[in-house]
């Protein structure tokens, strides 16, 4: 079963941030936050991962509680590409990509 | 994605009957492993593989047999195909950071 639980949908104007949410309350210390999209029936997408610290790249920046028991999806502008049901994951990076997805967010950009 | 091709992208199988669904990767990794997803669901791991010769079971193994004898190759049998495995079948290559995942087979049971 999934360990982490998310908002079952968002919207966000275009042009805006979306901030997407997630709560970890049995992420272990060796696990890694991950987040995935899913466009359509495609398969899921990587977007970026951390440990503690904040992470940013083209995608998308990662806000991590400083106790790891949450963490915050941030997409600076988004566009209606970016409509997508977004996935947080705890996972171990030395383990193989066993991945227990959840339901997700499923986020719509609205013009 | 590239480097990770399934075949075959639909297929409609009868009750009872057994099939292959085919997973290839050209990016060299040790992990790959497969998913299913049914409607409004998220991704359930089926087995998976940390390199040649190693598989292990994940969430929803039953009905399910995989091997993995090269890096490049990880097949997902069927063996007596029920309506309960109609679904959308997910192969993903990588991991440790970023894993890439097909474009998926959906697959129907009648």
């Known amino acids: 079963d999934a360990k982490t639980t998310q908002p079952p949908s968002m919207d966000c104007a275009e042009g805006r941030a979306a901030n997407l949410p997630c709560n970890h309350s049995?992420?272990?210390?060796?696990?890694?936050v991950y987040w995935y999209r899913q466009i359509h029936s495609q398969g899921p997408q990587y977007i970026i991962h951390?440990?503690?610290n904040n992470e940013t790249n083209e995608m998308a920046s990662l806000i991590i509680t400083e106790d790891r028991k949450s963490s915050t999806l941030i997409l600076p502008h988004a566009t209606l590409r970016d409509t997508a049901v977004y996935y947080c994951?705890?996972?171990?990076?030395?383990?193989?990509?066993?991945?227990?997805f959840g339901t997700g967010t499923s986020l719509t950009v609205i013009p | 994605n590239a480097g990770v091709t399934q075949t075959p992208k639909f297929q409609v199988l009868k009750t009872g009957q057994s099939m292959t669904l085919q997973c290839a990767q050209d990016?060299?990794?040790?992990?790959m492993s497969w998913y299913r997803q049914d409607p409004g669901m998220g991704l359930r791991l089926i087995h998976y593989?940390?390199?040649?010769?190693?598989?292990d079971q994940g969430e929803v193994p039953n009905g399910y047999n995989v091997s993995r004898s090269t890096t490049e190759d990880f097949p997902l049998r069927l063996l007596s195909a029920a309506p309960s495995q109609t679904s959308v079948y997910f192969c993903?290559?990588?991991?440790?950071?970023?894993?890439?995942f097909g474009q998926g087979t959906r697959l129907t049971v009648v």
């Open positions: 994951i705890d996972a171990l990076t030395n383990t193989g990509n066993q991945f227990y």
């Open positions: 049995t992420i272990s210390g060796n696990e890694y």
């Open positions: 951390g440990l503690k």
């Open positions: 990016m060299n990794h040790e992990y």
């Open positions: 593989s940390v390199g040649a010769g190693i598989t």
């Open positions: 993903a290559v990588g991991g440790g950071t970023e894993a890439f």
